[in-house]
């Protein structure tokens, strides 16, 4: 390892370590408990009320629905089985079409590429209406939650509530007051703590996830070292969350 792996590494475990040890003394399972007084609507910012538009990127991949000529997409109208290997996007941003060959589509948004198709097969069929879906946007979720791992996202976004839910909530150890939420990869990531008992730390974040955000529920320590865990297995906890929590960065 690269000493500027080293670095990164080691960075993101000191940075764990704090979030965890710094929520650590609250032992309460009330969620909203907090300051409820002060529900109200959605804050006002401008920017977190633009609705998100997903980019397609590399390693995407894209199922195509040809209305009127069905024999060239990759899912048909009424289709009972869910499209889930669709169109691989290459890691130079290339995607292979029937008629067409290969096209660039990073950095389109779903329906800007559907138009695009569109213009481009007019030269072979009449009038073609396309619809463009990214079947693989997901939102990883870490930590103290019952069933962690992968959740898909099937519209632009989902709310960290509804991963939460598809996740069967947190456990008995998870910290209520120390539920993170990582964007971007680790050269610039942005990284918001909520507190899920103050209804006003819920309310001045913005709780809509986007695709490939990390979802991270804190251990309460204080509740796992009640359970008997020693100090190293304690330790162990703390770099085994760093450690999954890198890996996945790049999920």
């Known amino acids: 390892m690269n000493s500027k792996s080293w670095l990164m590494n080691s960075s993101l475990i000191c940075v764990l370590i704090v979030i965890l040890f710094s929520g650590c003394a609250r032992s309460d399972y009330v969620l909203f408990d907090k300051n409820s007084e002060h529900l109200k609507p959605l804050s006002s910012d401008q920017e977190s009320l633009k609705p998100y538009k997903y980019k397609i990127r590399v390693h995407d991949r894209i199922s195509v629905l040809f209305y009127n000529n069905p024999e060239l997409g990759t899912r048909k109208i009424g289709d009972l089985q869910k499209d889930t290997y669709g169109i691989l996007v290459n890691s130079k941003g290339y995607a292979k079409f029937p008629l067409i060959g290969s096209i660039k589509v990073t950095d389109y948004y779903e329906e800007d590429l559907a138009r695009h198709l569109e213009k481009l097969y007019s030269k ?13 946007k997901r939102v990883a979720v870490l930590g103290e939650v019952k069933k962690p791992g992968v959740v898909q996202i099937t519209n632009e976004t989902i709310s960290l509530f509804e991963v939460l839910a598809q996740s069967g909530g947190l456990t008995s150890t998870g910290e209520r ?3 993170v939420i990582l964007r971007g990869d680790m050269r610039n990531p942005q990284m918001s703590i909520i507190d899920l008992t103050d209804m006003s730390s819920i309310m001045s974040h913005n709780t809509t996830l986007q695709p490939y955000d990390i979802v991270y529920v804190v251990p309460n320590l204080n509740l796992i070292v009640g359970q008997g865990l020693t100090g190293s297995q304690v330790l162990n906890l703390l770099l085994g969350s760093a450690v999954n ?5 790049n999920f």
Request: hydrophobic fraction near 45%; proline fraction near 5%; aromatic fraction near 4%.
């Open 177 to 179: 007051n120390g539920v």
């Open 245 to 249: 929590l890198k890996t996945l960065t």
């Open 124 to 136: 072979y069929i009449i009038k073609p209406q396309i619809n463009v879906d990214v079947i693989n």
